[in-house]
């Protein structure tokens, strides 16, 4: 799809092609506030209409114009929670059939009383299939293993108690499934979750804590090819800790970069295990899945596979199996392609921290060189300046190195963020019997 802004300020969406000779739309420009193709100048309104036809001197309402082979392919779009919402159809009827169906959203996400409705939500493309993504998050049991020293501990691991409610799944509403704590710290602090899965794309995740505090998980799932997904995450609160509206005073970029660690956790284990799923011919049945803490997994593949299809319907007869050529690690954990090449925020962030050192580099030259002539000009024992000049230049070069690793390790490269608890093997652990949980 081509997606862009018209002259009302409206979005519009089209299939990227022109109706024309099939060129890509992607390439054209905004013209008199319409969609140009570049190829030949043909313009299109957001509905799919050609305005003009320069080869032939027509304008819209003249016939060439209003022939239907002359129309763009569009699609109705619905702006709502900072995102944008696209009708998977076209034609004469969609746009009746899109005002009467809203996005299937959390509306808690949107509602001023809640702490944190007003942040965008942080979005990021991960190279796994849409429905490994949807069961990692309806499995909060791997947490602690996991993102062990992000989000939980191995030690405080606990056999998570989990029920489907009204034992339905529905093809429209979905499921909702309870439980509660996943560790001996939560269990302790009486939390008690709700997780609901709303079809197609939405997951509404409530956590109640015993002091009254309520925190609300929404994150939205779009697949976008074969073994990419797109996801959206907002998280809003009421009663939050103290300090926690001070998170909306980080720089949206800063908060973008390090709210991924532990993401980076779950792209290193999904992009496998996705692979080993489309090759087993039990696909999701050669799971074995014994356990509460499971239960919504299986009403996820009882949803997918008993009453939606099985699979997502991929365009020219594709299935999910038709995967892209496995990732590196450093591939698969770079911040830039998943997520800073298409963020205005933190682009703009990588701009200024790359002037910001070659400032520091040029400002360390030049106190370099300032000392090597303060200690020519005396000739004898190094001068107080030189050595404040030499200081300063070495500061200025350990924050330049500072800026480098905070590049490189979240916004634009693929740093060791994957485990934070990870360390060098001791002697002792080389000793210790094998773990076969120890990654």
Not at 324 to 336: G, N, T
Not at 356 to 361: K, Y
Not at 372 to 392: N, P, V
Request: glycine share 8%.
């Amino acid at each position: 799809m081509v997606i862009w802004k018209d002259g009302e300020r409206k979005w519009g969406a089209c299939e990227d092609r022109c109706p024309h000779r099939l060129a890509p739309l992607s390439e054209g420009r905004i013209q008199n506030g319409n969609l140009a193709c570049n190829y030949h100048g043909w313009e299109f309104d957001r509905k799919g209409a050609c305005l003009a036809n320069p080869q032939s001197g027509m304008l819209a309402g003249d016939p060439i114009c209003k022939a239907d082979k002359a129309k763009a392919r569009a699609f109705p779009v619905q702006v709502a929670q900072g995102m944008l919402w696209i009708w998977p159809e076209s034609g004469s009827h969609a746009w009746l059939e899109s005002a009467m169906q809203a996005p299937v959203l959390v509306p808690e996400a949107a509602d001023p009383k809640w702490t944190g409705s007003d942040a965008v939500p942080v979005f990021s493309t991960w190279r796994a299939n849409w429905d490994l993504w949807m069961e990692n998050t309806m499995d909060p049991s791997h947490v602690n293993w996991l993102h062990d020293g992000t989000a939980g501990k191995w030690e405080d691991a606990y056999p998570m108690k989990m029920r489907l409610l009204d034992n339905a799944v529905d093809a429209h509403k979905g499921f909702t499934v309870q439980h509660d704590g996943y560790s001996k710290t939560q269990s302790k602090a009486g939390l008690k979750v709700t997780r609901q899965y709303l079809p197609p794309c939405t997951n509404r995740y409530v956590y109640e804590y015993s002091d009254g505090r309520v925190d609300i998980f929404a994150i939205y799932f779009t697949p976008i090819s074969p073994g990419v997904t797109r996801s959206f995450f907002k998280f809003v609160s009421q009663n939050p800790p103290k300090g926690f509206a001070l998170i909306s005073k980080v720089p949206q970029w800063l908060f973008h970069n390090l709210s991924g660690s532990m993401s980076d956790q779950d792209a290193v284990m999904l992009h496998t295990q996705d692979y080993a799923l489309r090759e087993d011919p039990k696909h999701w049945r050669g799971y074995y899945l014994p356990s509460q803490a499971d239960r919504a997994v299986a009403a996820f593949r009882v949803w997918l596979h008993e009453k939606a299809g099985g699979d997502v319907g991929w365009a020219k007869g594709a299935t999910s199996a038709d995967l892209p050529p496995k990732l590196s690690r450093d591939q698969l954990l770079s911040r830039w392609d998943r997520h800073t090449k298409d963020c205005a925020s933190c682009k703009q962030a990588m701009a200024t921290i790359d002037q910001i050192q070659t400032g520091l580099t040029v400002s360390s030259a030049a106190l370099l060189m300032l000392a090597l002539f303060t200690t020519a000009q005396h000739r004898s024992a190094i001068a107080d300046s030189t050595l404040i000049e030499l200081g300063l230049g070495a500061s200025l070069l350990i924050v330049r190195e500072a800026l480098r690793k905070l590049n490189q390790n979240y916004i634009a490269g693929s740093g060791n963020v994957y485990n934070l608890r990870k360390k060098p093997a001791t002697k002792t652990d080389i000793d210790a019997p094998a773990n076969p949980g120890v990654m």
